[in-house]
């Protein structure tokens, strides 16, 4: 199982400064990762696959990179409706596995 | 537009039994694989099922292996969830998502249903 760890797990920002998100895979996922965002009592909403490729009706802020095992979510300049939690997904192999998550919340 | 729609949660006792369902709406739900992933309260995201477009391939998650079966009526546009055996720890929403195309992850997700083992 490809154990996916993200870091840090709560992110304080304030609005209008950058976020940098990490996520590691224990073993090479190559470019098969996803993020998705997560507000309270809503379903995660799908930001990133490819590793890179902004989903459709995303944001330009948002923006994803890397391959192999390390990769990064950055928000250029959060906004108020950014405060959330945000989920990466590997699916290069079964089982399907997700990271811890990161919250990030207004400093 | 995209709709799922989840049903059949609710209390059930431990080692009780739950069928989920989830109505699809806006796609054609018959080219699209699909996937249960399920959220304990507080919790993080966790896989559980995935089932391809022509249901012959189906994954689960160790955890719920052999007590949950994922299936889909392509000619009713739903997806199922047959829980069995159910631990405390099943707890959960439980969320229908849409594949993105042949892509094991999901560009939709319903709004979920609720899950609760408890005595």
């Known amino acids: 199982e490809i154990v996916m760890t993200q870091s840090p797990a709560t992110l304080s920002v304030s609005p209008g400064e950058r976020a940098t998100l990490s996520c590691r895979a224990s073993?090479?996922?190559?470019?098969?990762l996803a993020w998705y965002q997560q507000k309270p009592g809503q379903a995660p909403r799908l930001l990133i696959y490819?590793?890179?490729t902004r989903a459709t009706g995303i944001p330009a802020r948002f923006s994803g990179s890397g391959s192999g095992t390390e990769f990064t979510l950055t928000i250029s300049s959060l906004q108020s409706e950014d405060f959330a939690v945000y989920y990466c997904?590997?699916?290069?192999?079964?089982?399907?596995?997700f990271g811890g998550g990161t919250k990030v919340e207004i400093k | 537009e995209v709709q799922l729609l989840e049903s059949g949660g609710g209390l059930v006792q431990p080692g009780g039994s739950l069928r989920l369902s989830c109505a699809a709406s806006?796609?054609?739900?018959?080219?699209?694989?699909m996937t249960w992933v399920r959220q304990a309260p507080g919790k993080g995201l966790e896989w559980v099922s995935s089932?391809?477009?022509?249901?012959?391939?189906?994954r689960y998650a160790d955890s719920v292996k052999g007590r949950f079966t994922i299936s889909r009526d392509n000619s009713k546009n739903t997806l199922y969830l047959q829980m069995s055996s159910l631990r405390a720890e099943d707890t959960a929403v439980y969320y229908c998502?849409?594949?993105?195309?042949?892509?094991?992850?999901?560009?939709?997700w319903g709004r979920g249903t609720l899950v609760t083992v408890s005595s």
């Open positions: 806006g796609f054609t739900f018959s080219s699209y694989d």
């Open positions: 073993q090479s996922v190559s470019s098969n």
């Open positions: 089932i391809n477009t022509r249901t012959d391939g189906t």
């Open positions: 997904q590997q699916y290069t192999s079964w089982p399907l596995t």
């Open positions: 490819g590793a890179s």
């Open positions: 998502a849409k594949s993105y195309n042949s892509y094991w992850f999901s560009s939709d």
